[in-house]
């Protein structure tokens, strides 16, 4: 029997956005039963490269080969006929649909109508095969992440997908919720299904891969054929180009608390509940905010940043008791805050950057009187930030819409430190940016520990947290289960509290 | 292939130049209904010029008709901007009307009237536009719907007074009491119609440009327009800067009513606004919501109106031509607002 | 308050209940239709105007019913063709846009009324669609004189709901639209063009609009006036968030409504002399934004509706 030739082949794939390169000159093979790892930082042309292939953006050079034949793919039409499955990182149901509907999108109807009786055949059959299972009536709205994610494999299969990509999968898993998808996809592999399987976590990509593609700044910077012995160390390498330096944390001598929350909770909005969260950010000390995504991290932040306000506890800044639970009351008293999503909740891209860079303070006297503006002392200070940040820009009136990632994240960390925060609150500081930002980033953060601001960051990646933070408090359905400090921390130990399988420590 | 790519910046010109795209555009697209009527296109529209702006007194009817939609463009710039959905310019304005009117027919001394004329026109306007901004703010209703809807209620309330109480004994027709002739505004070039209220909204232009640029409820109004969520987040209140730009939008429609009563019909009829609230919408949008932009666009727009009926008379082209061109204008500057975010690029084809 | 309560069921009211709420059920389908699929169409007060325009010429002309219908339906199309190519394929705002159609239909209906059949002291009409008694249904007593013996545009209007909902509901077609109002990169990712699949919706949309204001101009009233419409797309827009995106309860917001717009003509016509007609013509307008009210805070609109989709964009 013949060694089977490559299930898919890119090769030497080009893809441009205006002045950045995403990609350039990326080739990339998978073999059918194989699970192919795609490494790289943020940024590093992991989505782009699957994105071209799954038909969404069309390259500006190079070509693709199924089983041995140039195909074009313009459309995930295309894709999906030649198939080409994709596992989205954020999700492509329709949640008031229902699984069965979301399902059959696309598929054409049996004389005119959908065929619901086909579908759940097909349903019956593919749960059968990987135990994937589901129920197809309800709506996906009912469905726990795990389960849409689920779907979402399931929705390639029913299209028989050849080839799956899953981009970030684990992202939105809690640990055991990942070995239950490991297990499913090894199953695939060996039913002879390819597998592309994007990460920047080392350890997934070592435990689950048969082989490697590591991206930087979009070009290959290398692969590892045997990632099971490849140490984590030369695979980081490979993703930096350098060894990573994480920045030199200093011991921390704490003062009083600047932050307190007792007792918060908030009854069920949107989805998310705190249950009796009570934890303490004393001046100079950094404290992590670990957890699966949606466990509460959210309702957290928006409690604290003062838009939601909490059932029953209270909550102190600087020793002020907060009563409003208005974003101007949580300001006045000294929280800065930097939020997980800059382009909803932080800017305003389609107006100038100075007026995004002065928005929380507008009404103080820096930058206006008796309901005036100051236009000049607006545009002083953001010539200022823009100069003492490094925030690449043509000047103050620049759309803010139209500076990059990192440059916006400097900008926003800018408007807040400006004022001496007595508090910081942070959320996913530098998700989507490269190495460089987020070392500034990092830097900062540590800066103002030294001065002593009380910080308090949430976010998912376990490794950022381990080096940032003083402390680690670990959320799980809206409860703080336990808080570790970082010098007694390990990924596994926080991963067995993110499940909520250890109780308080 | 060309494909649209975003843009970092606007080039200022753009702001002139695209409005008199759009024009242009709109003058040749609707040429073809000249056509279609038999008449001589570019007889038709040097009618429709000489008519409108081809002299003094021309001019001083085209401000007149001008001064309403110079409100109502500010009406609905201000609303826009803070992505209020103020359809109801209309009800608003009619609402002012009557409002005004009623203050007019009490005796009081001309000045005072005038003054308190306007300020219960825009009192009324304001009231109006608060409903749909509070419907949207307490009970999460589509403004849009709830300030289209207003508007009949509003006109079918105005028939009512007309047709009923208020009916004018002494004409017999559907309108209301003239208000007293020292209410009436004061005309600033004798021969022509030319009244106070012309002047009033050429001044209210800038005073709104300079409240929304200058000062920090125009920065809130802006913000909240932009990105409600960043606004919240940075310490907005949201509902408030809506209700206040509710109040303020309704009150410069208001005015426009207020304008018609004192200065052109001395009372309230059915028909006193020709549509002025929706070509407000036109104007706004010509003028890129930019305050100064709106008086040349309610001034254009106006010399379409009465261009159009001499237009009519000279060559039996329907006046209605200026109905439709006010809606192909406002589509076709919608289209030319497309640069403003994007330009076009040629591509290669795909490889 | 008892004597309101027999003219409900006299046949004669609920007949004009149905003749009211067919043209309202038409319009409000034809915008679910295109909010299902995320496109507002606020051209619809417009697009009914127009089509009620050209719908009565082709019928002046030729003297064929069923032709004036026909351009009065491939009229909503093109309209509908129009809004879509603004708010679709240019992404444009969907707000606006509406408001441009609804006067530039408005304007152009006007503009080719009065260019077709000048001005003339009394207005051209002409004979208009009649009453057709279904076999054995019609029978039934009180119902069937009201709902069986009526325009046949009335049949048409109660064999759209059901055919909607089926559409909606049971086809390949019918998801598509609803995947690409709730979450069109769901869509797209697979394979269902969204683009495509929102122009049919807000096409079919214009259609629907188009076969209301024919039965406005060729049925109800048998002539083309500048107030034919009146406010009734509005209206539909409005019943179109009553009815929750859904084509059963969009008919019977159509029917609640055309029942309150009934019982305001009989309370004109019932001698309440002294307060002035107008008075009850607001009632529906009013009715409508109080259910808009109690209705909105639990209303879901299509989670896409307003947003333009554009595939490469980062």
Not at chain 1, 429 to 455: N, V
Request: proline share 5%; glycine share 10%; net charge neutral.
């Amino acid at each position: 029997m013949p060694t089977p030739g490559p299930l898919i082949e890119m090769r030497g794939i080009t893809k441009s956005f205006g002045a950045v390169k995403a990609n350039e000159a990326v080739d990339l093979s998978v073999a059918p039963g194989e699970i192919l790892g795609l490494l790289g930082e943020n940024g590093a042309g992991k989505t782009t490269l699957m994105n071209v292939l799954f038909g969404a953006y069309a390259p500006d050079a190079g070509e693709i080969l199924i089983q041995g034949q140039k195909v074009r793919i313009t459309s995930s039409a295309d894709a999906l006929a030649a198939g080409i499955g994709m596992v989205h990182q954020h999700f492509h149901l329709a949640p008031r649909l229902t699984v069965l509907e979301n399902l059959l999108i696309g598929i054409p109807g049996k004389s005119g109508r959908l065929d619901r009786a086909g579908g759940l055949a097909r349903l019956a059959e593919i749960s059968r095969q990987h135990g994937l299972t589901l129920d197809p009536d309800l709506p996906v709205s009912a469905l726990s992440v795990g389960e849409q994610q689920r779907l979402e494999i399931v929705k390639a299969l029913f299209r028989g997908a050849k080839l799956l990509i899953l981009d970030e999968p684990t992202a939105v898993l809690a640990p055991r919720e990942v070995d239950g998808l490991f297990s499913a996809l090894r199953s695939m592999a060996a039913q002879g299904l390819g597998i592309i399987f994007i990460s920047h976590k080392l350890n997934e990509v070592r435990a689950l891969t048969h082989r490697c593609t590591v991206l930087r700044l979009g070009r290959v910077a290398g692969r590892v054929d045997d990632p099971a012995n490849t140490t984590s160390a030369e695979m980081a390498q490979l993703m930096c180009g350098h060894e990573i330096v994480p920045p030199a944390r200093g011991p921390s001598t704490p003062g009083a608390a600047v932050l307190t929350l007792d007792g918060i909770s908030t009854s069920k909005h949107s989805g998310t509940v705190l249950r009796d969260v009570s934890l303490a950010v004393r001046a100079g000390e950094i404290l992590g905010i670990a957890g699966v995504s949606g466990n509460g991290q959210r309702a957290l932040a928006e409690v604290i940043s003062g838009v939601r306000a909490p059932d029953a506890g209270q909550m102190t800044i600087a020793g002020q008791k907060v009563s409003r639970f208005s974003p101007r009351e949580v300001q006045a008293l000294g929280l800065g805050r930097i939020p997980e999503d800059r382009m909803t909740t932080g800017l305003v891209t389609n107006l100038p950057l100075a007026d995004s860079m002065v928005l929380p303070r507008i009404g103080t006297a820096a930058f206006s009187a008796k309901g005036l503006l100051k236009p000049d002392a607006i545009r002083a200070f953001a010539e200022e930030q823009i100069k003492a940040y490094d925030i690449r820009c043509p000047g103050p009136m620049t759309r803010a819409g139209a500076l990059s990632g990192g440059n916006l994240q400097k900008a926003l960390l800018a408007r807040e430190l400006a004022f001496d925060p007595k508090v910081l609150i942070v959320s996913q500081p530098t998700r989507g940016l490269d190495i460089g930002a987020a070392r500034f980033i990092h830097e900062k953060f540590l800066d103002m520990r030294a001065k002593g601001c009380g910080i308090i960051v949430i976010g998912e990646d376990l490794e950022e947290l381990l080096v940032l933070c003083d402390r680690i408090a670990v959320m799980y359905e809206g409860r703080i289960v336990g808080t570790l400090d970082s010098a007694d921390a390990t990924i596994a130990r926080l991963g067995l509290l993110m499940t909520g399988a250890e109780g308080h420590s | 292939m060309f494909r649209l790519e975003v843009r970092t910046s606007t080039p200022a010109w753009f702001n002139l130049a695209l409005p008199l795209l759009a024009i242009v555009a709109t003058l040749v697209l609707c040429s073809g209904l000249i056509a279609l009527a038999g008449a001589g296109v570019l007889e038709s529209y040097g009618v429709m010029f000489t008519a409108s702006l081809g002299d003094s007194y021309a001019i001083t009817e085209t401000l007149v008709r001008a001064a309403p939609m110079i409100f109502t463009g500010l009406a609905v710039a201000v609303a826009f901007r803070a992505k209020f959905w103020n359809i109801g310019a209309e009800g608003q304005l009619l609402a002012g009307a009557v409002a005004s009117c009623f203050v007019g027919a009490i005796p009081m001394p001309g000045p005072l009237a005038m003054l308190l004329m306007a300020i219960a026109g825009a009192a009324a306007g304001a009231a109006v536009a608060l409903v749909p901004a509070t419907l949207r703010v307490k009970f999460k209703v589509d403004d849009v719907v709830s300030s289209l809807l207003l508007n009949s209620v509003i006109y079918y309330a105005l028939m009512a007074l007309i047709e009923g109480p208020w009916k004018d004994s002494f004409s017999g027709y559907p309108i209301s009491p003239p208000i007293e002739d020292s209410a009436n505004f004061p005309v600033l070039i004798e021969g022509t119609r030319l009244h106070l209220g012309v002047v009033v909204a050429l001044i209210a232009a800038p005073l709104i440009w300079f409240l929304i640029v200058r000062t920090t409820l125009g920065f809130r109004i802006r913000v909240t327009g932009e990105n409600p969520e960043a606004a919240r987040y940075g310490g907005i209140n949201v509902e408030r800067v809506l209700i206040s730009t509710a109040l303020l939008s309704g009150a410069l429609a208001g005015l426009a009513g207020v304008g018609e009563v004192g200065g052109v019909h001395f009372q309230v009829m059915s028909d006193i606004s020709p549509g002025y609230g929706y070509s407000g919408i036109v104007v706004a949008m010509l003028a890129r919501l930019n305050p100064f932009g709106v008086v040349p666009a309610a001034i254009f727009l106006a010399a379409v109106m009465t261009g159009a009926e001499a237009m009519s008379r000279a060559t039996g082209v329907p006046a209605f031509l200026s109905d439709v061109i006010q809606g192909t204008a406002l589509l076709a500057m919608l289209v030319a607002l497309l640069f403003t975010a994007y330009r076009v690029r040629r591509v290669g084809a795909a490889r | 308050m008892s004597a309101v309560f027999e003219q409900i069921f006299q046949v004669g009211f609920l007949a004009a209940i149905i003749r009211i709420a067919t043209p309202l059920a038409l319009a409000t389908l034809g915008e679910m239709f295109s909010e299902r699929a995320g496109v507002l169409n606020l051209g619809i007060e417009g697009i009914m105007l127009l089509c009620a325009m050209t719908g009565f010429t082709a019928t002046s002309l030729s003297g064929s019913l069923w032709l004036g219908v026909l351009t009065a339906v491939l009229t909503g199309m093109l309209m509908g063709a129009l809004h879509a190519l603004f708010t679709v394929a240019l992404g444009l705002s969907q707000h606006v846009c509406g408001i441009g159609v609804t006067l530039f239909s408005s304007g152009l209906a006007y503009f080719l009324y009065r260019l077709i059949f000048g001005q003339q002291s009394v207005p051209p009409s002409i004979k208009g669609f009649q009453t057709v008694p279904i076999p054995i249904l019609s029978d039934i007593p009180v119902l069937g004189p009201a709902v069986f013996n009526q325009f046949a545009l009335v049949y048409v209007a109660i064999i759209a709901i059901p055919l909607a909902a089926f559409v909606l509901y049971r086809t390949p077609w019918g998801l598509s639209v609803r995947m690409v109002g709730e979450n069109p990169r769901a869509a797209d990712s697979a394979g269902v063009s969204v683009i495509a699949t929102r122009f049919q919706a807000v096409i079919l949309g214009g259609a629907l609009m188009g076969l209301a204001g024919a039965f406005l101009s060729m049925a109800q009233f048998n002539a083309f006036t500048f107030g034919v419409v009146s406010g009734r797309g509005w209206v539909a827009i409005a019943l179109v968030v009553f009815g929750r995106w859904d084509p059963w309860r969009s008919a019977g917001a159509a029917l609640l409504f055309a029942f309150v717009d009934a019982l305001q003509l009989r309370m004109q016509a019932s001698g309440l002399g002294h307060i002035p007609y107008e008075a009850f013509l607001m009632l529906p307008f009013i009715f409508t934004i109080v259910a808009m009210a109690v209705m909105s805070r639990n209303a879901v609109a299509p989670s896409a509706l307003l947003k333009p989709f554009r595939r490469e964009e980062r």
